[in-house]
């Protein structure tokens, strides 16, 4: 679902509780937790969007007041946005990619958590993600990279489902 058609209101303290408490409950090798979610809500949707906006401004000084206002709310649609960190890194015994795949779990683990709590999410990543300067206002360490920002609301609209690959196409038996 689109964040712009999420409304709110987002998960209360419980019930975000228990939806990270599910997004946690991944594969893990060596049970490293090579990920961590970041809350941004409330004022903070703003304070980040202001950080996007101006490193928008900075790449492209052409821009419009409708493009930068567009770029200042990103993170403010829905009333609840999580940034999930990849922590993965060198180790001795856990391979590179497996904690890659563990940050993308806890991601899609967050979204389905969300919605089988009655919530609607939206996972995007967008240029932001890849941003030094949104990085660092987020608090993420240089190597650590974001897997993504999982937008929880509620659906303003029952969302239409988007054309699938078919299995045909996807699918080997061997």
Same mark, same amino acid.
């Given at each position: 679902m689109a964040p712009l058609k999420l409304d709110g209101p987002g998960p209360g303290p419980e019930a975000l509780d228990a939806i990270l408490r599910i997004a946690s409950r991944v594969p893990d090798h060596g049970k490293l937790a090579p990920w961590r979610f970041i809350l941004i809500? #409330? %004022?903070?949707?703003?304070?980040?969007? +202001? &950080?996007? %906006? $101006?490193?928008?401004? @900075?790449?492209?000084? %052409?821009?419009?007041? $409708?493009? =930068?206002?567009?770029?200042? #709310?990103? =993170?403010?649609?829905?009333?609840?946005?999580? +940034? &999930?960190?990849?922590? +993965? #890194?060198?180790?001795a015994k856990i391979p590179e990619w497996e904690q890659v795949l563990s940050a993308g779990a806890a991601t899609?683990?967050?979204? &389905? $958590? $969300?919605?089988?709590? #009655?919530?609607?999410? +939206?996972?995007? @990543?967008?240029?932001?993600?890849?941003?030094?300067?949104?990085l660092d206002a987020l608090g993420l360490d240089p190597r650590e990279r974001l897997a993504g920002f999982v937008h929880i609301g509620r659906a303003a609209e029952r969302p239409s489902d988007r054309p699938r690959p078919d299995l045909a196409e996807i699918v080997t038996r061997l």
């Open positions: 809500e #409330g %004022e903070s949707r703003e304070r980040i969007g +202001a &950080v996007i %906006e $101006a490193a928008y401004r @900075t790449d492209h000084p %052409e821009a419009d007041a $409708a493009r =930068l206002a567009l770029e200042r #709310g990103r =993170l403010a649609q829905a009333p609840l946005v999580v +940034a &999930v960190v990849s922590r +993965a #890194g060198p180790h899609m683990n967050l979204c &389905v $958590a $969300a919605n089988a709590s #009655g919530f609607a999410s +939206a996972w995007l @990543t967008e240029w932001y993600a890849y941003d030094r300067r949104v």
